[in-house]
């Protein structure tokens, strides 16, 4: 089965850059999802197909994806943005659904 | 306003079972794929499974880890998919999620993430 691999967590000081590593096996050729969970809550999408985000999801949140893997990016990070972040793809050969460990983003 | 609402967590005994509802409103349920995610505690997300449209054929997949075990169905009608979760272990212990697949570039719901999500029903296995 497709795994993907995250650091379990990042931590940055407000106004800086957080960046979120998603390691997989040629992860370039899927599409990847990024999840935004604070704690009690749902996720979240915040960047959907590589790099787009959905509306109403800030600029400051951007993603890459190339190789062997992707990347979500927080820029000019607030303490808002603290939360657990999950990378996703869709894995077509089994066709299922594959999530990343999780990345617990912490502003100092 | 999409709207998905789980229904049906508690305590149950290993081995036993127990089954989840997920009541959505705000879109035509018909038309839409539902998956099922659920999230241990203190742990990260982890994907069960999908039924997708009749005019799909139902088709469900399933995770490894639950296959064999729990069973995901849909009722049009009502507006609601179910989990029937059987031969329940301890590490089924989780907050369970329904979510659904909406694509924002083609409006329809069959897009391979998850959007938008439940706020999720515990479920907790333990003697």
């Known amino acids: 089965s497709y795994v993907l691999t995250q650091p379990p967590s990042v931590s940055v000081a407000p106004g800086q850059t957080a960046r979120i590593s998603c390691g997989g096996d040629?992860?370039?050729?899927?599409?990847v999802y990024w999840y935004q969970q604070k704690p009690g809550q749902a996720p979240v999408v915040v960047v959907y197909?590589?790099?787009d985000r959905p509306p109403g999801i800030p600029d400051r949140f951007s993603g890459s994806n190339s190789g062997n893997t992707a990347t979500l990016t927080i820029s000019r990070v607030e303490a808002g943005d603290e939360a657990d972040y999950y990378c996703?793809?869709?894995?077509?050969?089994?066709?299922?659904?594959?999530f990343g460990g999780g990345t617990q983003v912490s502003v100092l | 306003e999409v709207q998905l609402v789980e229904s049906g967590g508690g305590l149950v005994k290993p081995g036993g079972s127990l089954r989840l509802s997920c009541a959505a409103s705000?879109?035509?349920?018909?038309?839409?794929?539902m998956s099922w995610v659920r999230q241990a505690p203190g742990k990260g997300l982890e994907w069960i499974g999908r039924i997708k449209q009749k005019t799909e054929g139902a088709t469900v997949n399933y995770a490894a880890s639950v296959k064999g075990r729990f069973i995901i169905s849909r009722d049009d009608s009502k507006k609601v998919v179910y989990l029937q979760m059987n031969s329940l272990k301890i590490e089924d212990t989780a907050v369970y999620y329904c979510?659904?697949?909406?694509?924002?570039?083609?409006?329809?719901?069959?897009?391979?993430?998850?959007?938008?999500w439940g706020q999720g029903t515990l479920v907790t296995v333990s003697s």
């Open positions: 705000g879109f035509t349920f018909r038309d839409a794929w």
């Open positions: 996703q793809v869709w894995d077509r050969s089994a066709d299922q659904g594959v």
């Open positions: 979510a659904t697949h909406y694509d924002i570039l083609t409006g329809f719901f069959v897009a391979d993430w998850f959007d938008p």
């Open positions: 040629n992860i370039g050729s899927k599409s």
């Open positions: 197909d590589d790099s």
